[in-house]
Nanobody, 127 residues
């Protein structure tokens, strides 16, 4: 079992930065791919970024590429999402998720491939 807890959300002005953290319990989390998704009320949950268990491969949604950076610290069992140059359209609840190490690379954008989810953290960007 893996339990995920996100922290670091908040209110920030456009152009500002935040760093989200996803702390995991469960000694096997280091073997999982760590992903971030976001959701706006009334809309589907969208893929943001994912990092492979090895940390060597990352994938980003086009809308955040060049502004967001995903990373992980295996010693701390934590996955991070650095959000820079934030825009009002980045406002959403951000969710951390874990996907089995057997998930193929091309499927890591699919939320159905994720087995564990955190409770979410709100990010609000004002204009």
């Amino acid at each position: 079992q893996v339990q995920l807890v996100e922290t670091g959300g908040g209110l920030v002005q456009a152009g500002g930065s935040l760093r989200l953290s996803c702390a995991a319990s469960g000694r096997f989390f280091s073997r999982y791919n760590g992903g971030w998704f976001r959701q706006v009320p009334g809309k589907e949950r969208d893929f943001v970024a994912v990092i492979r268990a090895s940390g060597g491969t990352t994938i980003y949604a086009d809308s955040v590429k060049g502004r967001f950076t995903i990373s992980r610290d295996k010693d701390k069992n934590t996955v991070y999402l650095q959000l820079n140059n934030l825009k009002p359209e980045d406002t959403a609840v951000y969710y951390c998720a874990a996907s089995s190490p057997s998930t193929i690379l091309s499927s890591l954008r699919d939320l159905d491939r994720y087995d564990y989810w955190g409770q979410g953290t709100q990010v609000t960007v004002s204009a």
